[in-house]
């Protein structure tokens, strides 16, 4: 079983950065692809970035390319989330994941562990 716990959400304005944390417990994960999901209010869940095991193949959803970087240390069992550049539609509950597969990808299907989520709020 694998526990996620993701740190480093709060309130921040326009234009301004965060970065998430999301420490993984109970097993190693360095060899799952891990990945970050976001819900805003009235919304439905969608994805926001992934990352391989390897650290080397990553993908980005559109609305975040250029300004989100997914990382992550798998001798600390974590990944990262740096957002700056951001914007208030970026504000919603961020959830990070660790995927059954590998690779990363876009597919909630494909993650079996989700954190319980960090409030990120942008003020325009």
């Known amino acids: 079983q694998v526990q996620l716990v993701e740190s480093g959400g709060g309130l921040v304005q326009a234009g301004g950065s965060l970065r998430l944390s999301c420490a993984a417990s109970g097993r190693t994960v360095s060899t799952n692809a891990m990945g970050w999901f976001r819900q805003a209010p009235g919304k439905e869940r969608e994805f926001v970035a992934a990352?391989?095991?390897?650290?080397?193949?990553?993908i980005y959803a559109d609305s975040v390319k250029g300004r989100f970087t997914i990382s992550r240390d798998n001798a600390k069992n974590t990944e990262y989330l740096q957002m700056n550049s951001l914007k208030p539609e970026d504000t919603a509950v961020y959830y990070c994941a660790v995927s059954n597969n590998r690779w990363a990808s876009k597919f909630e299907p494909n993650y079996g562990y989700w954190g319980q989520g960090t409030q990120v709020t942008v003020s325009s």
């Open positions: 990352i391989g095991w390897l650290g080397n193949d990553k």
